[in-house]
């Protein structure tokens, strides 16, 4: 249950003086002062005749002012002073101390230094780190800079151009091997009509001998040809550059004497052997006649048969070679398309590259980008750990605990608080040094290496039981007192009332943050506290004090003292009942004397 404020007589400056005034007139003794209930606008008094022997007049009866003042209700409860703020500092990582700069009391400010670690393994893991990072970046400047999609595209073009080149050469070849083929068909159509001139030569001297036999001629025929080197098939046709010279000769030896015919060959080159070798004629072979008279045709029917037979020779050379010059083009065609495919294939695989190149660049650059950023994470990381190993103070504020020595290895920083509602700062006994409380001595801060208070402002951490709590809200006024120091009292305001209850010892209660609106150089992190809250409250009002009110069949009284000490009861409407004092709708007005009644 929450503690109720005694009632007190509020009186106003003037009731004071005037009510001292009147028990030294009236006693001539000393008199004494009761503390009062504090309160804006409200002063309580009791005033007290100590001894009155001086006189046999009845004491006068203790009396207090109708005033206006505030008019509340409060609940109370019994908490802890403690910091506006606290923070547990620590390390991020475990190390060995090689500093500490400061100690338990010193007042520190924001972004001092508090302490140091040993910084060597942090640095080296960070110089490693940095290390990889540049071999990194490397890579992606090298990616970024590549040639390969350029070299890809030069590839391109001249597998291009090998392509072109090879297409012209093998036009080039076919052109010249169709260009030999067609002479070489002309060159048979010509020795096939030599041969056919011989053929009907031969057979008109035949003609002639049989019909004019005994008498004849001597004819020498000569068929001459261009030589052109051709297959030894080609040369065993053709043996020289020429034709040869038939002669014939026939003698009659009378009528119906047996007719003879004999032929003699002879290079016309006057007997000189004709020339060996491969070749072809090149051109239509021409042949020159010269008949001698010697007896008529049937001399020149052997010379006949030799032409012919020269001619035959050289149709099967000149289709010899027309064959020859078909087979080359065939093949050279082929041939030819099978080097055009070569370099068709090679203009596809430098495609393919430079398609590889062109759709991998953006991806690889875009891996390599994204393992620099991890890296460079890496790097940060292990940069923000040798920070780490210089502990500065977050705000100003006072060392409240400190546990580490130079030399020493303290662990990495791990312990939470359970804060205050509203608060940035631990409820009082919750902490680690609470969880410490079983061992003889409580270690101050529990495990953590350094707490910092901001002590510029104090609050007081309340708990109040469930039917209290409910009546409470934040912004509401309070009234604090202090066991350590009695003659003080502060106000306050409720920051927040936590949401969630707490249990100890089977009791439920809720916490309230109170924040004081003024501090003093007694107070102490830790110290006892009594927090008041108003939870009903009315400023600027008419009120009397609470022990003076007199209530009977639902009548509300007062003894109000007139003029030459004359008591009168009077009746009037009561309004909101406070702690202290009761509101005063009508019926008395300010300045009323009425008689309280002393509750000591």
């Not at 004629?281 to 030799?306: E, L, M, N, R, Y």
């Not at 065609?333 to 080097?339: E, K, L, P, R």
């Not at 003076?548 to 009284?557: D, F, L, N």
């Amino acid at each position: 249950m929450a503690e109720h404020v005694p009632a007190q007589v509020s009186t106003g400056p003037r009731s004071r003086a005037a009510s001292a005034a009147s028990a030294l007139r009236t006693c001539g003794a000393g008199l004494r002062w009761f503390a009062g209930t504090p309160g804006p606008g409200l002063l309580v008094v009791a005033v007290a005749l100590a001894a009155c022997t001086s006189s046999s007049a009845p004491p006068q009866p203790q009396t207090a002012r109708v005033e206006r003042t505030t008019v509340y209700t409060a609940v109370s409860s019994s908490g802890a002073l403690s910091a506006s703020s606290e923070q547990n500092l620590g390390f991020l990582k475990g190390g060995r101390l090689t500093a500490v700069n400061v100690k338990v009391g010193d007042r520190v400010t924001a972004g001092q230094v508090l302490a140091n670690l040993d910084d060597g393994p942090a640095r080296r893991t960070l110089e490693q780190q940095q290390a990889q990072l540049d071999a990194q970046r490397a890579v992606l400047d090298r990616l970024v800079n590549s040639t390969t999609v350029t070299g890809a595209e030069n590839s391109v073009e001249q597998a291009q151009a090998i392509l072109d080149a090879t297409e012209d050469q093998v036009d080039a070849t076919v052109d010249a091997d169709e260009s030999a083929l067609d002479r070489a068909q002309r060159q048979l159509g010509f020795d096939e009509d030599a041969r056919d001139d011989a053929n009907d030569q031969l057979d008109a001297d035949e003609k002639a001998c049989e019909t004019t036999p005994g008498s004849g001629t001597a004819t020498t025929g000569t068929f001459t040809f261009p030589f052109t080197p051709v297959s030894p098939l080609a040369a065993a046709s053709a043996p020289g550059t020429t034709g040869t010279t038939g002669t014939t000769g026939g003698t009659d030896t009378g009528a119906g004497a047996a007719h003879k015919r004999t032929s003699s060959s002879t290079d016309s080159t006057a007997g000189t052997p004709a020339p060996t070798g491969t070749g072809t004629a090149t051109s239509p072979g021409t042949f020159s006649a010269t008949t001698t008279p010697i007896g008529g045709a049937c001399s020149a029917v052997s010379s006949d048969q030799s032409a012919v037979t020269a001619a035959d020779r050289q149709v099967e050379a000149s289709r010899t070679a027309r064959d020859a010059a078909r087979q080359k083009r065939d093949v050279d065609a082929a041939a030819g398309q099978v080097s055009i495919e070569n370099a068709r294939q090679g203009v596809v695989n430098a495609q393919n590259n430079l398609d590889s190149a062109a759709t991998d660049r953006p991806s690889t650059i875009a891996q390599q980008q994204a393992l620099v950023a991890a890296q460079d994470a890496v790097v940060r990381q292990a940069q923000q750990d040798v920070d780490e190993t210089v502990l500065r103070a977050p705000v100003d504020g006072t060392v409240a605990a400190l546990n580490g020595a130079v030399g020493e290895y303290v662990a990495a920083s791990s312990g939470t608080s359970a804060l205050a509602p509203g608060s940035s700062a631990a409820i009082p006994g919750t902490g680690a040094s609470a969880a410490a409380e079983g061992s003889e001595v409580a270690r101050p801060g529990g495990t953590q290496f350094l707490v910092l208070d901001g002590v510029e402002t104090f609050q007081v951490v309340v708990p109040f039981a469930e039917a209290d709590a409910s009546r409470i809200s934040s912004g509401q006024n309070v009234d604090v007192t202090f066991d350590a120091v009695p003659d003080l009292t502060r106000r306050g305001t409720v920051l927040r009332v936590g949401p969630a209850a707490s249990a100890s010892s089977g009791v439920i209660s809720y916490y309230v943050t109170v924040l004081l609106n003024e501090t003093d150089p007694r107070l102490r992190n830790g110290q006892t506290a009594l927090a008041a809250i108003r939870t009903e409250e009315l400023r600027d009002v008419l009120a009397v004090p609470n022990s003076a009110v007199r209530r009977s069949g639902g009548q509300t009284t007062v003894m109000v003292v007139g003029p030459g000490g004359v008591r009168r009861t009077v009746p009037f409407q009561a309004g909101e009942v406070g702690d202290t004092m009761t509101q005063v709708v009508s019926g008395l007005s300010e300045g009323d004397q009425v008689v309280v009644t002393d509750q000591r």
